[in-house]
């Protein structure tokens, strides 16, 4: 048995249960768990996963009878008998972070080696998760509270005679400081399992942090720490992108180079003016979320007489470009319609922010007090939490508590890089426990 929860109550056979797309075993952690909490036994009778460094992971923590890589090549037959199946799908392509083509995407039909398993099988269940963007994607009107894709998928299960349940739930709702909303799909031959009314547990970020450990020292670390205070850092994404009072931008603390208040003043006022669809009426081009604006209409709303040195110094600085409006451009290709943006040179040139996101080597400074958001592979290593006068990132133990992971797991990665990965892939191991627990009671 593996490091769970010991059984209470006597039991000839075990629980057998298969483990699909395992990644590094956050569903059947969560299932055994529950489970052996219930007084029951349990035995993964099979786990396919095929990222290598999850497989690593796998093999460290638990034990593996029978590990299978691609499940696409695994025949019904040779798939011993079992009760429950798990299955957390791949999400690409119905998340937000991804180009959401949902089936048209070749990991979109690994549904169907779920389905397909399921109807040959027969096991008593099953548990299936995914990104939140999965039930409206595809959405046939924008009203309508599923997609098409969603749709698909609940038809398909029902129709193999099964009861099937789903839900939306957020991890910070089951005593873990991250915001993480996956839904969570459960079916069973004998009747439908409920999935609302669990009982609400919160907790903080400061709850799962270490404390002492090294901070960074960089130059976009100490130009932060010296244009702010530490507290004065909790929650601020750090991005020249949007406005608000939660965005610290480049220009801020002159991370490419000094600038004047009066400078600061000007790009900040640009950067909400420059969002007005007004810009794209007088350029007579179809309107973006950031035009382009000239030094006229600049004048407008910001007339000072110094305005175009000011203009050309934050270009050769680099929080501005030159540039003329960009048009929207539609033609035929080969693969279809293909629609992009740009420059209209018989437009007169303008003013633009360098804008972006992922540009600057800290994405978030995280409010010890608050929860993090959604942790995604791509951010993982830009969120920052504090730590004594300064920021570092986040340590691989952290980031296995914020998602309920016990303190025994281990993360053999040779890189933190590919830790960060894992992580922003996998599941929240207190929701399934919980999703888990409904399923056991049916027994």
Same mark, same amino acid.
């Given at each position: 048995?593996? #490091?769970?929860?010991?059984?209470?109550?006597?039991?000839?056979?075990?629980?057998?249960?298969?483990?699909?797309?395992?990644?590094?075993?956050?569903?059947?952690?969560?299932?055994? =768990? &529950?489970?052996?909490? &219930?007084?029951?036994?349990?035995?993964?009778?099979?786990?396919?996963?095929?990222?290598?460094?999850? +497989?690593?992971?796998?093999?460290? %923590?638990?034990?593996?009878?029978?590990?299978?890589?691609?499940?696409?090549?695994?025949?019904?037959?040779?798939? !011993?008998?079992?009760?429950? /199946?798990?299955?957390?799908?791949?999400?690409?392509?119905? =998340?937000?972070?991804?180009?959401?083509?949902?089936?048209?995407?070749?990991?979109?039909?690994?549904?169907?080696?779920?389905?397909?398993?399921?109807?040959?099988?027969?096991?008593?269940?099953?548990?299936?998760?995914?990104?939140?963007?999965?039930?409206?994607?595809?959405?046939?009107? @924008?009203?309508?509270?599923?997609?098409?894709?969603?749709?698909?998928?609940?038809?398909?299960?029902?129709?193999?005679?099964?009861?099937?349940?789903?839900?939306?739930?957020?991890?910070?709702?089951?005593?873990?400081?991250?915001?993480? #909303?996956?839904?969570?799909?459960?079916?069973?031959?004998?009747?439908?399992?409920?999935?609302? *009314?669990?009982?609400?547990?919160?907790?903080?970020?400061?709850?799962?942090?270490?404390?002492?450990?090294?901070?960074?020292?960089? #130059?976009?670390?100490?130009?932060?720490?010296?244009?702010?205070?530490?507290?004065?850092?909790?929650?601020?994404?750090?991005?020249?992108?949007? *406005?608000?009072?939660?965005?610290?931008?480049?220009?801020?603390?002159?991370?490419?180079? @000094?600038?004047?208040?009066?400078?600061?003043?000007?790009?900040?006022?640009?950067? #909400?003016?420059?969002?007005?669809?007004?810009?794209?009426?007088?350029?007579? $081009?179809?309107?973006?979320?950031?035009?382009?604006?000239?030094?006229?209409?600049?004048?407008?709303?910001?007339?000072?007489?110094?305005? @175009?040195?000011?203009?050309?110094?934050? +270009?050769?600085?680099?929080?501005?470009?030159?540039?003329?409006?960009? =048009?929207?451009?539609?033609?035929?290709?080969?693969?279809?319609?293909?629609?992009?943006?740009?420059?209209?040179?018989?437009?007169? !040139?303008?003013?633009? $922010?360098? =804008?972006?996101? /992922?540009?600057?080597?800290? %994405?978030?400074?995280?409010? !010890?007090?608050?929860?993090?958001?959604?942790?995604?592979?791509?951010?993982?290593?830009?969120?920052?939490? !504090?730590?004594?006068?300064? +920021?570092?990132?986040?340590?691989?133990?952290?980031?296995?508590?914020?998602?309920?992971?016990?303190?025994?797991?281990?993360?053999?990665?040779?890189?933190?890089?590919?830790?960060?990965? /894992?992580?922003?892939?996998?599941?929240?191991?207190? +929701?399934?426990?919980?999703? &888990?627990?409904?399923?056991?009671?049916?027994?």
């Amino acid at each position: 048995m593996d #490091k769970q929860v010991k059984t209470t109550k006597k039991q000839e056979k075990p629980i057998r249960f298969i483990d699909l797309f395992a990644g590094i075993g956050g569903l059947r952690l969560g299932f055994e =768990s &529950a489970f052996n909490a &219930a007084g029951f036994k349990t035995e993964c009778v099979m786990t396919s996963e095929i990222k290598p460094f999850a +497989v690593k992971v796998l093999q460290q %923590n638990f034990t593996h009878g029978n590990f299978v890589g691609d499940i696409t090549q695994v025949k019904n037959e040779d798939i !011993p008998a079992f009760d429950f /199946l798990l299955g957390g799908f791949p999400c690409q392509p119905f =998340s937000a972070g991804g180009k959401r083509q949902g089936f048209t995407d070749t990991r979109g039909t690994l549904f169907f080696e779920i389905e397909r398993i399921i109807e040959y099988k027969r096991p008593r269940g099953f548990i299936l998760e995914n990104v939140e963007g999965l039930v409206k994607h595809d959405l046939e009107n @924008k009203k309508d509270v599923i997609g098409r894709t969603f749709n698909t998928i609940i038809e398909k299960l029902e129709a193999l005679d099964y009861h099937v349940s789903w839900e939306v739930l957020d991890a910070q709702d089951f005593g873990l400081p991250q915001v993480r #909303k996956r839904v969570y799909i459960v079916g069973t031959l004998n009747e439908k399992v409920s999935l609302t *009314g669990f009982k609400t547990k919160t907790a903080k970020i400061k709850n799962i942090l270490e404390q002492g450990l090294p901070i960074m020292n960089t #130059k976009f670390t100490n130009l932060l720490l010296k244009h702010f205070s530490l507290e004065e850092l909790y929650g601020k994404s750090i991005k020249d992108k949007r *406005g608000g009072t939660n965005n610290i931008h480049s220009w801020e603390i002159g991370i490419k180079g @000094k600038i004047s208040k009066e400078q600061t003043l000007l790009l900040n006022t640009l950067f #909400k003016e420059r969002r007005k669809k007004k810009w794209a009426l007088e350029h007579g $081009i179809a309107w973006m979320d950031g035009m382009t604006l000239t030094l006229n209409q600049i004048r407008t709303f910001y007339d000072t007489p110094n305005l @175009k040195e000011m203009l050309d110094d934050l +270009v050769d600085k680099g929080y501005l470009r030159f540039e003329h409006p960009k =048009s929207l451009v539609t033609e035929q290709t080969e693969r279809g319609v293909k629609t992009y943006r740009k420059e209209n040179k018989k437009l007169h !040139p303008g003013y633009n $922010i360098v =804008s972006g996101k /992922l540009s600057f080597e800290i %994405n978030k400074i995280m409010d !010890p007090n608050g929860v993090t958001p959604t942790l995604v592979a791509t951010d993982m290593g830009r969120f920052v939490v !504090p730590d004594g006068a300064g +920021v570092r990132k986040m340590t691989l133990r952290e980031g296995l508590r914020l998602f309920g992971y016990p303190e025994w797991f281990e993360m053999p990665v040779s890189k933190i890089e590919e830790g960060y990965d /894992l992580l922003g892939n996998t599941v929240a191991v207190s +929701v399934v426990k919980n999703v &888990a627990g409904r399923l056991a009671q049916t027994i």
